[in-house]
């Protein structure tokens, strides 16, 4: 308790200390008692500043919560507007990343087609060298291969006939084919025979097929299939081999 409110106190329950205080103060009981109610309404206006006061602090308390609430809410928001950014920030590095290892692929790619380019280019170089080199005395030189295998299989060139088969109606393969072959006849026995100046695997399973259409078209049963080919592969002459097709040739290229 405060010395205003002991005063207070002591006026109100204090008889003795009351008279002591007219006594000093010089005032007559009527006078205390005006003094009296000076101080009661000092008294109820002091209480309602104090009110007002206490009224002005639980505002001030309560307008303080609020703000500090709103600030925990703002920083709360920073927070995660924080880690949204970080979470952008690193899913755009993931993506710098892919972008710059695409790029990268796209080197390699790039790099490998031009390799391949230039493979193709030399071997186009070396295929126009052959056709350079073949140009001309290709004919010959089968034409010459031609009659030294006939030479040795005594075979007449003169019964050697050509013969052309189209497939109007697609039973043997795509409508319009068109296949082609020489046929000699010899003691009983009849050669199917292809003439060429380079053989591949494709080739001999090509004239396989034709020699097959052949047959049935021609009602022929178990003709001779010979290949005469100035160069064939090795490949071509294990495919020759496994097809049952004799395959005369001058040089094997590997």
Not at 127 to 135: F, L, S
């Amino acid at each position: 308790m405060d010395l205003k409110e002991e005063i207070l106190r002591l006026l109100r329950e204090d008889p003795e200390f009351r008279r002591e205080v007219m006594e000093l103060l010089g005032l007559a009981p009527n006078e205390m008692r005006e003094l009296k109610e000076l101080v009661r309404q000092l008294t109820e206006v002091v209480n309602k500043l104090v009110e007002g006061q206490a009224k002005i602090e639980t505002r001030s308390s309560e307008a303080q919560k609020r703000s500090e609430e709103r600030l925990t809410r703002l920083e709360s928001a920073v927070e995660k507007l924080a880690e949204a950014q970080k979470r952008s920030e690193e899913r755009l590095t993931r993506l710098e990343s892919a972008v710059e290892k695409l790029a990268e692929a796209q080197k390699r790619s790039e790099e490998r087609l031009t390799r391949v380019e230039e493979n193709l280019v030399r071997l186009e170089r070396k295929v126009g060298n052959i056709g350079a080199r073949w140009g001309i005395d290709q004919e010959e030189v089968v034409r010459e291969f031609m009659a030294e295998v006939f030479k040795q299989e005594g075979f007449d060139v003169s019964l050697l006939s050509s013969y052309t088969y189209v497939d109007e109606q697609g039973v043997f393969g795509e409508k319009g084919d068109v296949y082609e072959v020489d046929i000699l006849k010899r003691n009983g026995t009849t050669y199917l025979i292809e003439v060429k100046a380079y053989a591949q695997p494709k080739d001999v399973s090509r004239f396989n097929h034709t020699c097959y259409v052949v047959s049935k078209v021609l009602k022929l049963e178990n003709p001779v299939k010979m290949m005469l080919a100035n160069v064939v592969t090795q490949k071509a002459v294990e495919r020759a081999k496994n097809l049952g097709i004799r395959l005369i040739y001058g040089e094997v290229e590997q």
